[in-house]
């Protein structure tokens, strides 16, 4: 392992108060800085980093999100029987610091999955994205056998396949990705669930068909639909060897989380969310999570804070 960052894990979000009462712990009594032996359980991994959302001309802030989230998921009650791990963050340091990070990024994600652990990413600026997905190739890629098909699945109301010839950023990295499949002979394969048509062009659209991603609009996630769009995502990760989630909390609407880059007029709620995230958890190939955008400096009474850690806290549920 790299022992370079473990001295410098910063523990102090994990707090909060202490039952009395037998088998009454929290997050913040169980999660330990991760260690050379630790064993196999959930990583939590800070990306502090705006670069992708100043280059995409959103609001800024997204880099405070990882200590945010900690701070947030802390109270919360332990339910797991594996560990949880904090391994610490990747901190981008300015605009031209954010390849090198999404690539450091890699290199830790890449790590932790080489010990069996399921990385969790807190984001961050949707570029995160291409940094965790990178790190999963280099895992898959150091290998033996063939390579296994890797099902990305992203709650957004965002397709982030904006053209990354002209700059790279928070709303490029599915495009790259996809350029990167290409360029590997893989195939890529892409669920984007909760685009809002309002916030995405003619041009994203059609791009998403050319890919042929599995595209649910946010009016479609309603309750009479909600069964038969969890057996089209059931279908979707059929085909696939292992997943990869990524949830951008934008796909909330704006009065469950405001505190993100970009607000939603309509969004998923979160009661209509957990139960097709429950699919992706309880399927067996989940491999890799990430969260982003996540905002404090605009968040309000942490109303997105505790909305994103609900969510670690229900895809770690069967842990």
């Known amino acids: 392992m790299n022992s370079s960052y473990l001295d410098t894990i910063d523990m102090s979000p994990w707090a909060g108060r202490e039952d009395p009462e037998a088998d009454s712990l929290r997050w913040h009594q169980v999660i330990e800085p991760l260690k050379p032996s630790a064993a196999p359980g959930v990583a939590l991994v800070g990306f502090a980093c705006d670069a992708g959302v100043a280059r995409n001309r959103g609001r800024i802030g997204a880099a405070k999100g990882p200590r945010a989230l900690r701070q947030a998921l802390a109270p919360l009650a332990w339910h797991r029987q594996a560990p949880a791990h904090d391994a610490g963050d990747i901190a981008c340091h300015g605009d031209d610091d954010m390849e090198a990070a999404q690539a450091r990024l890699a290199e830790r994600v890449a790590e932790l999955m080489g010990q069996g652990h399921l990385p969790i990413v807190l984001g961050g600026g949707h570029e995160v994205a291409f940094g965790s997905w990178s790190g999963l190739a280099r895992h898959l890629e150091d290998g ?176």
Request: include cysteine.
């Open 144 to 319: 033996d056998g063939p390579v296994p098909t890797v099902g990305i699945i992203n709650f957004d109301a965002h397709f982030d396949l904006r053209d990354p010839a002209q700059v790279r950023s928070s709303g490029t990295p599915f495009a790259q990705i996809a350029d990167a499949c290409e360029a590997r002979g893989w195939p890529f394969r892409y669920a984007c669930l909760g685009v809002s048509r309002a916030a995405n062009t003619r041009a994203l659209f059609s791009r998403a068909a050319e890919l042929d991603v599995l595209v649910r609009e946010d009016h479609e996630i309603t309750p009479a639909r909600l069964e038969r769009l969890g057996d089209e995502l059931d279908a979707f990760i059929g085909q696939c060897d292992l997943v990869y989630l990524t949830l951008d909390i934008d796909v909330l609407p704006a009065c469950e989380a405001p505190g993100v880059s970009a607000p939603a007029a309509h969004g998923v709620p979160l009661a209509l969310l957990e139960p097709l995230l429950t699919r992706v958890r309880d399927s067996g190939k989940l491999a890799l999570v990430d969260l982003a955008e996540l905002n404090p400096d605009v968040d309000i009474d942490q109303r997105t804070a505790r909305a994103a850690a609900r969510l670690i806290h229900h895809l770690t549920l069967n842990g």
